[in-house]
């Protein structure tokens, strides 16, 4: 099997499994608990927290663990609205995770008594923010922002540092996705200009259900899950020591492996798109070119992200026919793969609706090898022609 899967969940890493496993089995007892087995487990924690935050730019108090990204995310809208609603106003893209989309139209709805005016700004053809359009928007008086660091469908590095400035400038607090970006792009909340942050332990090889929330000390936070005032208060709970273990464990080696992965991810995926562009002429690359820049100089298109529509087809046909090749790949979101609905990152970007049905998402990450990505682009036309797409190969 060839594995393109990477945005939706990473295979499990070894490394991570092995420093779980003590916290799994000897290491067991609460670590809110004063005996010597709970001081134990708190020691383990204390030393997650600390690898989390090294990675994160932040002090270990400001990691707030949760289970997984979408829990940060709402975490991140929800604890801020809760604790500091001045104007009750939010603004996002029109192209984040459903976990940010949802939650900020849940304010919308009045999911904190009354509503809340949500914003969400629209985006380029490559799935960038428009900055002048999100400026127009925030006001002293917004309650937060959140813009994602990088897209999971299309692979869209957005400026968040420039984001960030924007938000500065009125002193509106920035929320930033990171789920996908870890061992790829930077995640520390200085670089960013971020003021909370958002990663998942599954997308890097790390256990699934497992994530963090960053949040600088200055941000007001109220907590969403109530109860025994474990971390700080702002999520109750018995904590998960191995799954903390597991996250900075899996944070700290995508970052220890990104200045030499990063590079080999771009290089691979650049083929691979070449590729696939080239056996199949009538595919069309979604997000950025792969050599498209930011303002600041930097990559636009995440290093281990392709993705693409083939008009004429469903994209899940084109997907089942990879399968039936050894290939598994996703067509966008996979929180949305049960959905009839059409992606709504690629109708912001002014895709039709029977466009943005036809995507078909290629990620890359640590195990992938150039064979296989040899492997894809010579097996995806059978795939496309079997789908029913002769009318996109070449003649």
Known sequence: MIYLDHAATAPPSRTVLEAQWPYLTQVFANPSSAHGPGRAARAGLDAALAEIAGVLGCRP??????????????????????????????????VEHP????????LG??????????DEVGVDRDGVVDLAALAAVLTPATTVCSVMLANNEVGAVQPVREVAALCRAVGVPLHVDAVQAPGQLGVRLDDLGADLLSVSAHKLGGPRGAGALAVRGAVPLAPVI?????????????????????????LRLAEEGRAAGAPRLAALRDRLVAGVLDAVPGAVLTGPAVDARLADGSPARLPGHAS????????EAVLLELEERGVVCSSGSACAADSDDASHVLLAMGLGDDAARTAVRLTLGPTTTPEEVEDVVRVLPEAVAAAGGAALLPA
């Open 61 to 94: 108090g400001e990691v707030v663990l949760t289970s997984g990204g979408t829990e940060a995310d709402d975490l991140a809208l929800l604890g801020v609205a809760a604790a500091a609603p001045r104007g009750r106003h939010v603004v996002t893209t029109a």
């Open 99 to 106: 976990a940010v989309l949802e939650t900020a139209r849940a």
């Open 109 to 118: 709805a009045g999911a904190l008594g009354e509503p809340f005016r949500v």
């Open 226 to 250: 109530h109860g025994g005032g474990q971390q700080r208060g702002r999520r109750s709970g018995t904590v998960d020591v191995p799954a903390a273990v597991g996250t900075a464990t899996a």
């Open 308 to 315: 693409f529509v083939f008009p004429g087809l469903g994209g």
